[in-house]
């Protein structure tokens, strides 16, 4: 495992075990994750995340919707140094999780965080992330507000990705949008996961 996550991240190596160790105490013991991830979370929870990386712009700016436990925010932000992220989240114990794991992974100077509903905050976004928040019609109405010109919306999703999508045609086609799935390689393993990413039509 060290060396898997040596080949992923890099220089960064020691700040991701860092993270899952926060993950795997504090993130269990606060209940933001079951007590039965605390074995899955390098390659259900981390490499998942960074799945997507290659669909953010270089020295983008992203806001991670609901982003609950940092995910996918923190493992993007580690694996991606470029990036300035937003961690978006509006419940105050998951809110001050993410506040003690950014201070003490020293991301502070990239890395926000911000309690708030997505439909009560006002910034602007490159890229507007979430993992596992909520169906993608609900979604589409919460992130879009948050996208600035030309960015999009990335929405980690499971193998319904698509029937999930032609489901939102209509939402889509009200907001002028439009949608595509990524079938991602999941880094480090041969599993797929995938990505619906949505833009201004």
């Known amino acids: 495992m060290p060396d898997a996550r040596a080949d992923l991240f890099g220089v960064h190596a ?23 991830e605390g074995e899955r979370l390098w390659d259900r929870h981390v490499l998942n995340s ?7 712009p ?23 140094a470029d990036v300035r992220m937003t961690l978006l989240e509006s419940l105050l114990r998951r809110a001050s999780f993410l506040e003690l794991a950014v201070a ?7 890395v926000s965080v911000v309690r708030a ?9 490159d890229v507007v992330t979430s993992r596992a928040v909520a ?8 992130c879009l507000p948050l996208v600035a010109p030309g960015g999009s919306i990335l929405a980690l999703k499971g193998s319904t990705a698509s029937e999930e999508l032609a489901d939102a045609g209509s939402e889509l086609r009200r907001r002028r949008l439009t949608g595509r799935v ?9 599993e797929t996961t995938w990505a619906v990413e949505l833009r201004r039509a």
């Open 182 to 190: 990524h079938e991602l390689l999941v880094p480090g393993t041969d």
């Open 104 to 110: 003490e992974l020293g991301l502070g100077d990239r």
């Open 14 to 36: 020691e700040l991701i075990s860092q993270y899952i160790d926060i993950l795997a105490s504090r993130g269990i013991d606060w209940g933001l994750l079951g007590p039965r």
């Open 58 to 80: 270089g020295e983008a700016s992203v806001v991670d919707v609901g982003s609950g436990a940092g995910l996918p925010g923190l493992p993007l932000a580690i694996y991606r």
């Open 50 to 56: 960074v799945a997507c990386a290659g669909l953010i």
């Open 135 to 142: 169906p993608l019609p609900r979604l589409i109405g919460w």
């Open 117 to 125: 509903r997505a439909e009560e905050h006002r910034g602007r976004y």
